[in-house]
């Protein structure tokens, strides 16, 4: 009962209380937020005690920042629950293996995430913080209310307590394992009729796809795409197969950082958290969001350095919201491309979101597409149109990357064309990747 009000609290906190006249309103409430969580956390955590030592409270700017390989070199210390790593993983890779993620250790729930760059996370929630998330959820997401019949389907590689904790009173929820077979997922689908649909963007190309061909009998209510890029191309085949925005939720190990609004806009929590912005390319407005969560204990997340590139979006949205609002979620800095410059050799950025842009300015034809950095002197570009794949199309595609090559100055690179084959299930779907090191 305990948690029912604390899911409901927050659900009305969410909606409808927190409200703010101002941008400045907003950012003194976050600040009184934050020094309070930073005096717990200070307590509870040796980690952060000995790391912020001799820095106030209200100096907590002048923290030093951390990444994940910081936090989980420290976990045991930094965690509040007396919970090690050794642990967490240990009961993380047994829900894996056994597919069963209801055992929680110590009360708490244990997550990992799926590690895009090949560095897996543990993140850990209590019950209250797993009331919070869900009430925050639901509020941010759930179209038509709480108290409206709704049933979710929720794809991904591993479930969680966490996503579970969404099954609320009339609110029914559906784990469909992303490792299972399609015909097998598309079958539970049309038995369950699910009427809001949270999905990697991948899977929902699949479903979109599946609905074309008659396989998938049903439409969605609402559709959210959740830890994938969205991309445009993406984005354009389901909202046409469906006529309907695809609304997004930005949740990663560290927090759910953001979500759509009815505009269709992508918004940061900052009701929640708060968000440093650490400029990657101030004239197009890119960034590297450095998250403080002044909502979490268990596993307090302060000063935290992401690694995904945000673009930050040029004009307000016409929702009202303070909360800033974000163009783009383009990809990870690991999938920033590097060509050798065309005078001095030297390494000079390409960013994801030019590259997925010259290959559909390549041609409306093409249906899906990767392209994979091997070296600074070799890309392969995998794809594929209606008609499967053609010397006219590669030759678009060489003249466009040519062409942006040019314009920046690169020396371009070694072209290799392959077939598009791609699965979801164990891996995310990167369109643009980096598969070396500078």
């Known amino acids: ?109 244990v997550g990992l995430s799926s590690g895009t760059s090949g560095n897996r996370g543990i993140f850990l929630v209590d019950e209250g913080e797993q009331a919070a998330w869900t009430g925050t959820v639901l509020a941010k997401l759930l179209p038509g209310g709480l108290w409206q019949r709704a049933r979710i389907a929720f794809f991904l590689r591993a479930n969680s307590n966490l996503y579970e904790s969404v099954k609320q009173g009339r609110l029914q929820f559906r784990y469909f394992d992303l490792l299972e077979p399609l015909p097998q997922l598309l079958a539970r689908m049309n038995e369950y009729q699910p009427d809001i649909w949270i999905a990697p963007p991948s899977m929902l190309r699949l479903l979109a796809e599946a609905h074309n061909s008659g396989t998938l009998k049903l439409r969605p209510r609402r559709m959210i795409a959740v830890a994938e890029v969205l991309d445009p191309l993406d984005r354009q085949q389901i909202e046409q197969t469906f006529g309907q925005k695809v609304h997004q939720a930005y949740q990663c190990t560290e927090g759910f950082l953001g979500a759509t609004c009815s505009h269709g806009t992508l918004h940061l929590n900052e009701d929640i958290v708060h968000i440093d912005k650490e400029p990657l390319d101030e004239a197009s407005r890119r960034f590297v969001p450095v998250i403080t969560d002044f909502s979490r204990t268990v596993q307090p997340i302060i000063r935290y350095r992401l690694n995904d590139i945000l673009t930050e979006a040029a004009e307000p949205c016409p929702c009202g919201s303070l909360f800033t609002a974000i163009e783009r979620i383009e990809g990870r800095c690991d999938d920033i491309l590097y060509l050798p410059h065309t005078a001095d050799g030297t390494l000079v950025t390409v960013f994801p979101d030019f590259i997925t842009r010259a290959v559909l300015a390549a041609s409306a034809d093409i249906e899906h597409y990767r392209v994979i950095q091997h070296s600074p002197e070799e890309l392969e570009v995998s794809y594929r149109t209606r008609t499967g794949t053609d010397e006219a199309t590669e030759q678009q595609i060489t003249r466009e990357l040519e062409r942006l090559f040019t314009r920046l100055s690169c020396t371009p690179p070694q072209l290799t064309f392959t077939a598009y084959s791609f699965e979801p299930g164990s891996r995310k779907l990167r369109r643009v990747e980096r598969g070396w090191k500078p």
């Open 1 to 109: 009962m305990k948690r029912i009000r604390l899911i409901i609290t927050h659900y009305v906190l969410t909606r409808w209380s927190r409200r703010w006249k101002n941008r400045a309103a907003l950012e003194q409430w976050q600040e009184k937020r934050i020094r309070r969580h930073v005096d717990k956390v200070r307590q509870r955590s040796k980690f952060y005690r000995e790391l912020w030592a001799g820095i106030p409270a209200e100096e907590w700017r002048s923290f030093p920042i951390i990444g994940k390989t910081q936090m989980m070199d420290n976990f045991d210390q930094l965690n509040t629950a007396g919970i090690t790593k050794e642990q967490a993983f240990a009961e993380a890779y047994a829900a894996e293996n056994s597919r069963n993620f209801k055992p929680t250790l110590q009360g708490v729930t």
